[in-house]
């Protein structure tokens, strides 16, 4: 079991930066895989992002691609959304999430194969 807790969200001028965090309680972090996804009033969660167990592979949404950049330290049981170039439509609460990845092969990159999930964190782009 892990559960999770995001930070680093907030307000920022469209061409802005901000660095999400989110941290995982428990000792077996190392054996998930992270994604991070988001969700606009009105609309689904979508994914925008997710990292290996062991950081050696990245998946991005096209949408975010060359502006967003995951990653992880199992060290210190955190995944970080590092988002450069941020623009209005980037505006939604993001979630991080945990898929149990031990024996799988590929990253999950549906909302669907994430079993945890934190509570999100506000991002907004202003024009």
């Known amino acids: 079991q892990v559960q999770l807790v995001e930070s680093g969200g907030g307000l920022v001028q469209a061409g802005g930066s901000l660095r999400l965090s989110c941290a995982a309680s428990g000792r077996t972090f190392s054996r998930y895989a992270m994604g991070w996804f988001r969700q606009a009033p009105g609309k689904e969660r979508e994914f925008v992002a997710a990292i290996k167990w062991s950081g050696g592979s990245t998946s991005y949404a096209d949408s975010v691609k060359g502006r967003f950049t995951i990653s992880r330290d199992n060290a210190k049981n955190t995944v970080y959304l590092q988002m450069n170039s941020l623009k209005p439509e980037d505006t939604a609460v993001y979630y991080c999430?945990?898929?149990?990845?031990?024996?799988?092969?590929?990253?999950?990159?549906?909302?669907?194969?994430?079993?945890?999930w934190g509570q999100g964190t506000q991002v907004t782009v202003s024009s």
């Open positions: 999430a945990a898929d149990w990845a031990l024996g799988k092969v590929d990253l999950a990159t549906t909302r669907y194969e994430y079993e945890h």
